[in-house]
């Protein structure tokens, strides 16, 4: 279906660029920083780009 399939992939990208910020903090962070970083960080990316999923599910329900 056309409309899994683009939820998928903005949920691809999500994650995509969660990932890619976690690195990029990553790569600067101390040990002391980055181990307060690890869970409570990613859940807080995860959590500032989820309105963007949500927004394409509802499209996704709009057209069905």
């Given at each position: 279906m056309q409309a899994e399939h683009d939820v998928a992939v903005v949920v691809d990208q999500v994650l995509g660029e969660v990932a890619d910020e976690f690195?990029?903090?990553?790569?600067?962070?101390?040990?002391?920083?980055?181990?307060?970083?690890?869970?409570?960080g990613i859940g807080r990316v995860?959590?500032?780009?989820?309105?963007?999923v949500l927004?394409?599910?509802?499209?996704?329900?709009?057209?069905a």
């Amino acid at each position: 279906m056309q409309a899994e399939h683009d939820v998928a992939v903005v949920v691809d990208q999500v994650l995509g660029e969660v990932a890619d910020e976690f690195a990029r903090n990553l790569e600067s962070a101390t040990e002391i920083v980055a181990a307060h970083f690890s869970v409570s960080g990613i859940g807080r990316v995860f959590r500032d780009r989820m309105p963007r999923v949500l927004r394409r599910l509802l499209g996704v329900t709009e057209t069905a």
